[in-house]
């Protein structure tokens, strides 16, 4: 670390001051040489921590706004577990016993593929378009009909009892989503058109009952909530069986057709690897019943 002399300080010209600051920078780089930023840790188990950027690198970027804390919370906790069974692993000093080294070489080379399989799928970007994904709902329409009962509806979110029945009486008179985006407590959606379908066990539990009850149309009593007092109305309800329409299947039509094309591109991108490598299977030494009497030469 640099040293500065108070008396060659005071004897320094303004204007040389920094070329002779620049000069100590050089000449000690600790001294001068800006921190990087700290990750802030998160969790910590003896001597291991996990901080906030490696566990982004466990979720896709895209989901940080999705999760709720409480899975990130069930995530460090994991963490924690296995890290106080695997300091202690270490201790046992199992990572000598060759059986445990034959299995770690197994992973390395299991995550060595997938990552370069991930490189060369990251520059191909494929979108299939309406009329692929409207012929494959065609062809598998019995695929796309729902397995429970799903409901359309929205919510009106109060501190008070008081409160929500107050507003129940003018939410069913008036516009539902007006009455929502004027005073509830949690966002309203901006249209109906915007609500989608919902399956019974994607409401929160206390909801339940009510949404089970409640006609088509009407508007709920205020329902107790940890996080408040709730007024639900169901807009639409689709029984179980019922067909699911393309325009709500379309985004798993579409995630189901992207994982068929890149399955095809990986069969491809495997065959060509294989290209000019040496091939050979020692078919009498295989374990298991061979089909029809003989073994079959794996491709």
């Known amino acids: 670390m640099a040293i500065f002399s108070p008396i060659l300080f005071r004897s320094w010209k303004p204007a040389a001051c920094s070329l002779a600051l620049a000069a100590l920078c050089l000449a000690s780089l600790t001294g001068c040489k800006k921190e990087q930023p700290k990750s802030v840790v998160l969790a910590q188990v003896g001597n291991a ?3 906030l950027d490696e566990l982004r690198e466990s979720f896709p970027a895209d ?6 804390r409480e ?19 270490l201790k046992a000093k ?10 770690l070489e197994k992973l390395r080379r299991k995550v060595m593929i997938e990552e370069f399989l991930s490189r060369e799928n990251a520059s191909e970007v494929f979108e299939p378009d309406e009329m692929a994904m409207n012929q494959y709902y065609e062809m598998h329409k019995e695929e796309f009909r ?6 359309k509806l929205a919510h009106i979110r109060m501190a008070t009892y008081k409160q929500a029945m107050d507003l129940r009486s003018k939410a069913n008179r008036g516009d539902f989503l007006a009455v929502a985006a004027a005073s ?18 994607e409401f929160p539990p206390c909801l339940t009952q009510e949404i089970e009850k409640a006609g088509i149309g009407g508007v709920t009593l205020p329902v107790a909530c940890t996080d ?3 007024l639900v109305k169901v807009m639409e309800k689709q ?18 057709l992207i994982m068929e094309r890149k399955d095809k591109l990986l069969d491809g991108r495997v065959a060509k690897y294989k290209e000019g490598l040496a091939l050979s299977y020692n078919l009498d030494q295989i374990p298991g019943l061979a089909e029809n009497g003989e073994g079959a030469a794996p491709q």
């Open 239 to 256: 029984d179980a069986g019922s067909l699911i329409p393309f325009a709500e299947a379309k985004e798993e039509i579409s995630g189901i």
């Open 94 to 103: 199992l990572e000598t016993d060759p059986a445990v080294g034959r299995k």
């Open 49 to 51: 921590t996990l901080t």
């Open 184 to 201: 509830s407590l949690d966002p309203a959606p901006e249209s109906y058109a915007s609500i989608a379908f919902k399956r019974q066990n």
């Open 63 to 68: 989901y940080e706004q999705l999760i709720r």
């Open 146 to 151: 729902r397995k429970v009962p799903e409901y």
């Open 71 to 89: 899975q990130y919370l069930d995530f460090i906790k994991r963490w924690m577990d296995d890290e106080a069974v695997y300091q202690q692993a």
């Open 228 to 230: 408040g007092f709730y």
